[in-house]
């Protein structure tokens, strides 16, 4: 008996649809186990940016904003109620009000990453309606985008990044095919989920412009409109982030301020920042081989789409050669990928440090939305540079994964069980004070590891540098490094500090200056 082809053919849509988004959880288990022999969810904390978003987390959802300060040298947000690190308060916010219902632990973030990369994918497929061959094309991307599945285990923010980027790509495809004719009420609902975007990543600002310029009418008068709108939004992101965000390690805010005392001065060191950065970024011998991979594979989407933007501007008829590869990219699609992929390499080489991972992820969710538009647009022939690239580094991929999570998979939590009794009878959360400097525990940065999950939520992490620059803390608490003890000695005396607790690197005290009950 013959089985009827258009049911065998439904029942395969069916099944990409329900096994495609979960390739990268599907991908992270066989890693981790193959590895490791462990479920993704037996894990650690390791990297300092995943510890103290974990921890901003455990605190918001025990104390929502009454919490000790997150700041670096002991300088916080010029908004008063925010008290989070210099990523902003965002992030934890959001991670926060989903804890309040499902609990926070130490495997938490890696639930949550899987939960939000999964949700983004099914919303992709379903929303718009994918069929076979875009479904095939998705999970080549997908299966072969490393930079997913390699944060997924990680408690740091690419992971709901690569989610907007996803979202994002779904929107400029309509903004793309439906341009002026779009409603009022995807404008507005577009412009918020970008302003969003922008505000929880500065990055995502340089969309704003292109958004615009789709969506107003084609004349003098719609670009300048266009201008003055992405000015405006830029402005309110901007001002949004600098109020919410303590000072330190921002280099956008940095260099506002010093164009505003030294423009020209200011603009050379632009001029030469990216001049470095962008050779830097050429430079094999500088970076990690994903890196290197990324870098030629965006430099080769950028050459190819300029190469047919060109030719079908100023070429009535493509030359013989190039019509396939025209054809691959819809010509109203060719200006946005360009300058997707052209201004954040402009943005991160004039803003921004090449070469140390920073830029890799950032640059990748802007070539994820490049390529998840052309999947929706049916335009294929640029996919395999970047799938069959990555599929070929396959076992490259496997050595990085395996350094970025071997210390989160073969170190074990419950050694600090005992810590963490320890930390908790000498130090607690008061929620009787004012003075949230009295929750607040001055860390040397050295310090920052997953140790720090043995302090009580509430208790908020500021980091210094160097022993040398502490001169009046007004944090209650400091834990300091005693490899040199003649500035411990030299400190205990001059702070007036109680020693508290020896802990496995340095020493934990209380500040007696500071009025804390």
Known sequence: MNKNPKQSDKRLLWFLRVIVPLIPV????????????????DVTLYWNDEVINWHQVASFREHSFDIGYYTINEQPAPAAFTHFYVHGPWYPIFVGLASKLLGWRIYSGVILNSVLITSALYFFVFVMRLDRRQLLALAGVIASAYVITLYVTINMQE??????????????????????????????AFVLFLLLATITRLSWGVLLLPYFLLVNRRSLRGVVL???????????????????TPPGLHSVFD???????TPIETLSTIMTRTMTNASVYLDVGHKKPLDILQTFQALIFISMLFVTLFTTIFFRKLPKKLPQLARSVPVSSLGFHLYNLVSIHLASFGLYIIGTWGDYRVIATHLLVTMLIMILARSYRLLPIYVLGNLLFFLLYISTFASFTSQKYLVEHERLLSLEQQVVAVMSYNDTVENQWCNTILIH??????????IPPGIGTTLFFTEESIISPKSQYLWLRDDD????????????????????????????KVNCP
């Open 485 to 512: 003890p003649e500035l411990l000695a030299r400190l205990e005396t001059d702070l007036q500090l109680d020693f508290l607790l020896q802990m496995p690197q340095g020493k934990l005290y209380r500040n007696t």
């Open 26 to 41: 599907i991908m992270v288990t066989i890693l981790v186990f193959t590895l490791y022999g462990k479920h993704p969810l």
């Open 445 to 454: 940065v050295y310090f920052y590891n997953d140790v720090v999950t043995t």
């Open 226 to 244: 266009a201008l003055v709108e992405t000015g405006i939004l830029s402005f309110v992101a901007i001002y949004v982030v600098y109020m919410t």
């Open 159 to 188: 992971t709901l990044q690569q989610s907007v980027s996803i979202i994002l790509a779904m929107l400029f495809y309509i903004a793309l095919k439906d341009q002026q004719s779009l409603s009022v009420k995807k404008k507005v």
């Open 255 to 261: 260099t506002a301020e010093n164009i505003v005392l």
